[in-house]
């Protein structure tokens, strides 16, 4: 799994290219999370500043370069321009497990390029990284995240009760998976 950090690797699929995350990327990170309805089920607040947007890639950089998470920009073929992010996180290499988290920006819901872009890098976590395990959490009225993950070959757990505090309050959390053997 160490080689995989060693430098980072863009992944190609039929309609899409997902490369690495960079500075230049900020304003599109900050249209995508300034929007409320990207931020309704996540675990940030909705961005009031491009500043916000720099950090977060400065802390996802950072995080690759600790080898501790990995976080594609979602690009369309031919252009290069972010319209979301997808990777991974809470990386255990102990249990060869990792978390996966995504958003797009609300213009490309329901396109299936989020459902593209979960199998490539399914594909990349069980043959590059090894891993046996990949989780995702999600808030339980989030059903499009539910049929994405599913869609994908992702098994409903079930709901952990309060699982994070997230924006002033404890909320609960779906979790799905899939297992290298499935």
């Known amino acids: ?3 995989v950090f060693q430098s980072f690797v863009d992944l190609d699929t039929e309609h899409l290219k997902l490369r690495q995350i960079n500075m230049e990327d900020a304003p599109k990170m900050y ?3 300034s929007l ?3 931020t309704k089920y996540y675990d940030l607040e909705t ?3 491009i500043e916000q947007a720099e950090q977060l890639i ?3 950089l ?3 370069a600790a080898g ?3 976080r594609w920009a979602i690009t369309i073929k031919p252009h290069h321009e972010l319209i979301g992010t997808i990777g991974f996180h ?3 290499r102990e249990h060869r497990k990792a978390e996966i988290g995504y958003e797009i920006h609300p213009d490309f819901w329901g396109r299936g390029i989020v459902t593209e872009a979960i199998k490539e890098i399914v594909r990349f976590g069980f043959e590059e990284m090894d891993l046996n395990r990949m989780e995702a959490f999600y808030d339980p009225e989030n059903i499009a995240s539910q049929k994405v993950l599913h869609k994908n070959g992702f098994v409903f757990e079930g709901v952990l009760r309060k699982r994070f505090f997230e924006k002033g309050q404890f909320v609960d959390a779906a979790i799905s998976s899939i297992i290298r053997e499935e």
């Open 90 to 92: 809470e990386i255990e």
């Open 36 to 38: 409320d309805e990207v």
């Open 58 to 60: 400065q802390k996802l």
């Open 68 to 70: 501790k998470q990995i």
């Open 47 to 49: 961005f009031q500043s």
């Open 1 to 3: 799994m160490d080689r």
């Open 31 to 33: 249209a995508n999370f």
């Open 62 to 64: 950072r995080g690759f």
